[in-house]
């Protein structure tokens, strides 16, 4: 066949997306076809810089050129994202593309921690990242991301005045722990918690992002019903330990988006704290919360598995230091990265089979 | 001194309950005095069962009989106990002698396991123990008491029906997990929740307790303030582990009781997953969490530590099996039950040395 953009075309919609299982083509993946003598040149948009899978589909690519176009054909494939999204024309965040919950109905069991890595993993793979720390009660995000003596700026916008995110590591955040001080205990009824959660969202100049991360509190109670009342949620990643009463309080918390009035697509589970392995001992794995519950939780529910985390000193170290472990290069790195991707792809997957999450009314 | 039940009386008025600081005499605790000869026999009773210094007492009296009376007295001394309490003429639980909360800010840090273990330590020391599950959206102790399938009776008490708890390892127990299914979300706002806290603690057949252990869910709102504006709470105990992010919410907790207007005396802090220790190398203590965490706090805001527990796989264990490790002997149960002996001894020094709480105005 002749190089010409058609036939390029042609070549490139025997690609399949291994995720969403159509092919680039008619997924508008391919853009930017440019060719000149025997030189091809074209870019591959990503439905977010993440993917796991950027080697996988560009080997493909080429080696679809090379079996319908010939092997004297000079390739050079860019691969850019594009992060995707069902949101449209909503008053509230319209530069957010995504907004996902991080939620898991027992405390303790790491969604901050997830939150904060995946956040800065996120960022570091060229998205654009904010985070809303939505427990008021108990913020984690000023200490995690070491900038508990931030205070916010306020910018007048048309008659409004918007809060202006902190931003540490290349990710936006607001939290409650910036606007209050820290030692000081917040004891109030749910509708006022709901309604600092509101301003996180309607109030604050989030701008453009990717992805927006919505740090729960524990518990299936008012900041929960005011967040999928208050804009539609993407997707919920369910964190839990594998022990069974934290297993049984995930298990509240997926059924929570599951029920038909919510109806938040589950993106997955995240299995923290999986086993212990002291560092001198990188053999030993001590299961000391048990085995196995998250990926049974999964399975039970029908819902993807997106990864483990174990348990590990130097996690719980960067969360107190302000310095996320997703920084230090190493195993747990690579674990929170991988963790990071298979999330992003679970929104993109969510993304091409799914509409946009409806808000949910406020009687239901 | 000739041995008179005056004489006798005299010579104990020497002993000091070394917490309360006042002779036994003056406190009420020398009870039963029976002379035959030179036989003499007579009744301690302490402020709890589970008293720390139950020996170093009988010895003291011991001396000062032999000190005050002579050496040729055949003493035998009865140690018993009878729980001080505060309260008085309270509609509400008017049998229940003291009401603790256990509370903590931060979720699993370990209150629901706290509370168990303590409430069966203090039920094996001889007290009536009974549990509120006050954690509506995360319970853990129909799970932690292995009875997650009991379903509490009702029984007919002149015009109401007052809810039976359910009993198990000598303590009586009230869960929303006994009266809803283990996976439902229960989505509610804050004043439902607080409903079932008040039917709890209005509408259950409690009788009569030494000691009433409310365990708190995570954060300070409804169901905090819902407990301190319905009954007066004898006083609370905060658990905390020792990492950075949960001390900063311990503190919160902490802040909330000691707000002037609350104002609900704070017992002390419990450490709880103080280091890790595998079974097989018990000279190893991983740090996993951090070191020294709960004794700042307690410094800091002038509260007693009341002691730590380290993070041992039978712990998780027990809980998940619904058998909680202070019934298994060891080090481990030993950790608990000096846990709860001082917790009963710091309720026994706070009765005396304080007056009843005052129940929080509902406008507060
Ligand atoms: N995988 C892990 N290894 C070690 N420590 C962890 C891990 N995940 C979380 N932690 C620590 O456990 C504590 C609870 O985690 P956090 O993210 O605050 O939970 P949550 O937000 O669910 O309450 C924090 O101190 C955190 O640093
Ligand atoms: N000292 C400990 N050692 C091992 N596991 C523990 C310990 N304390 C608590 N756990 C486990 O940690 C998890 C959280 O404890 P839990 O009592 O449910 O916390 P909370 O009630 O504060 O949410 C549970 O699975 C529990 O079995
Ligand atoms: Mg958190
Ligand atoms: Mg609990």
Redesign the interface.
């Known amino acids: 066949m002749e190089l010409t953009k058609e036939n390029v075309l042609k070549a490139l919609s025997h690609v399949l997306d291994p995720d969403i299982k159509k092919d680039l083509v008619t997924l508008g993946m391919i853009e930017n076809i440019q060719i000149e003598g025997n030189q091809l040149a074209f870019t591959v948009m990503l439905t977010t810089p993440a993917c796991p899978l950027k080697e996988l589909i560009k080997n493909d690519c080429l080696k679809a050129i090379e079996k319908h176009l010939g092997e004297d054909i000079e390739v050079e494939v860019e691969m850019s994202s594009h992060v995707t999204t069902t949101r449209d024309n909503t008053p509230l965040l319209p530069g957010v593309k995504n907004i996902i919950a991080v939620a898991s ?5 790491g969604k ?1 921690t997830v939150t904060a890595n995946l956040a800065v993993a996120l960022a570091k793979s060229g998205a654009k990242v904010g985070v809303i720390d939505a427990d008021i ?2 913020p ?1 995000m000023p ?2 991301f070491n900038c508990e003596h931030e205070q916010p700026g306020i910018k007048k916008v048309g008659e409004k005045n918007l809060i202006m995110p902190i931003e540490q590591y290349g990710v936006k955040l607001i939290s409650i722990g910036f606007l209050t001080p ?10 006022m ?1 709901s309604s600092a959660l509101k301003q996180f969202i309607a109030d604050t100049e989030w701008g453009e992002l990717d992805y927006l991360l919505i740090d729960l ?6 900041i ?2 005011t967040l999928v009342q208050t804009v539609p949620v993407t997707g919920a990643v369910i964190v839990t ?1 594998p ?4 297993i ?2 995930a ?3 997926l ?2 988006f599951k ?1 038909p009035q ?1 109806n938040v697509p589950v993106l997955g589970v995240i299995e923290n704290m999986a086993y ?1 392995t ?1 560092e001198e001992l990188p053999d ?1 794995k ?5 085995q196995g519950g998250g990926k049974k939780l999964a399975e039970r529910f029908d819902v993807p598995f997106i990864g483990e985390i174990p ?1 590990v ?1 130097g996690i ?2 960067g ?2 230091l302000g310095y996320p472990a997703i920084m230090k290069e190493g195993i747990v790195a690579d674990a929170f990265a991988k963790v990071a991707e298979s999330t992003a792809q679970r929104i993109a997957i969510r993304n091409a089979e799914k509409k946009e999450t409806k808000k949910v009314e406020i009687n239901a």
Chains 1, 2 share one sequence.
């Open positions: 109905g027992k405390g303790g069991v901050s009660f108990g984690s200490t995690m820290a030692e000081n205990a917040v004891v109030w009824r749910g509708p918690a509190p524990p518990g299936t109670s008012d929960h019903l330990t022990q069974k009463v934290a049984a309080d298990q509240k918390g059924n929570m029920q919510i212990f002291p030993n001590y299961y000391i919360f048990g348990l000193q719980r170290e969360g107190d």
